[in-house]
Structures are given as structure tokens and as C-alpha cells.
């Protein structure tokens, strides 16, 4: 069955950065859309990064120049790496596995989550 395991969330000082990993099993992962996202308390979940099967990634402008998408094929994992991060980078960080082979911004886009990792920024 499909399995995604994020691990790499912790705490850093605002300007630090951090790479989240995404451990994907049971399916191909070059074969779907990829995506991060992230929630914090009392916000609603917003996508953060995603890739698709041919490798196009897209990302939203509130993060853009700050962070970026790629997977590793031969070990099926994907990965998000986080430079400059902000005290409002704090939030709950899930990978999601999306429907088909190209992304859709939203969370209705994905059908398979991970149990998420915590990223929280001090300033």
C-alpha cells in the first residue's frame, strides 16, 4: 500500500535553513504528482512545493526563491529544502501524493498523506 514518511522537521532561528524528507513506498514515485504542504495551528493547510512526473515544479510566491522541490528516483524519496526561513514558516509540513501525473495547487489534489513533520522557526 502507499506509504509516505516525512522526517527532517525541528527547530531552527529565523535565517536557518532545513531539507524535509519524504520516505514514499508502494508506488512508483516518478509516476504522480508530488507535493509539500504545511498547516499551522488554526490556519488552513496551503501547499508549499510541488513536482510532477516530468519534473516541473511550481511553488506558491509566499515561499518562492526560498525554498525548493526534487525527488530522488533511485531511493523514492522526495525531499523540500528550506533556506532563509521565518518565524511564520512554523507549521505542521506533510508530503502528499497527488491523483495523477500533473499538480494541482490544492490539498483536494492528493489522495495520500504522510503523518507530517514539525518545522518551527524562533525569531
Known amino acids: 500500500q502507499v506509504q509516505l514518511v516525512e522526517s527532517g522537521g525541528g527547530s531552527v532561528q529565523a535565517g536557518g535553513s532545513l531539507r524535509l524528507s519524504c520516505a514514499a513506498s508502494?508506488?512508483?514515485?516518478?509516476?504522480?504528482?508530488m507535493g509539500w504542504f504545511r498547516q499551522a495551528p488554526g490556519k488552513e493547510r496551503e501547499g508549499v512545493a510541488f513536482?510532477?512526473?516530468?519534473?516541473?515544479?511550481d511553488y506558491p510566491d509566499s515561499v518562492k526563491g526560498r525554498v525548493t522541490i526534487f525527488r530522488d528516483d533511485t531511493k523514492s524519496t522526495l525531499y523540500l529544502q528550506m533556506n532563509s526561513l521565518q518565524p511564520e514558516d512554523t507549521a505542521m509540513y506533510y508530503c502528499?501524493?497527488?491523483?495523477?501525473?500533473?499538480?494541482?495547487?490544492?490539498?483536494?489534489?492528493?489522495?495520500?498523506w504522510g503523518q507530517g513533520t514539525q518545522v518551527t522557526v524562533s525569531s
Open positions: 502528499a501524493r497527488g491523483r495523477g501525473l500533473y499538480c494541482v495547487r490544492s490539498a483536494s489534489g492528493f489522495g495520500y
Open positions: 513536482i510532477d512526473s516530468t519534473g516541473r515544479v
Open positions: 508502494g508506488y512508483t514515485i516518478s509516476w504522480f504528482c
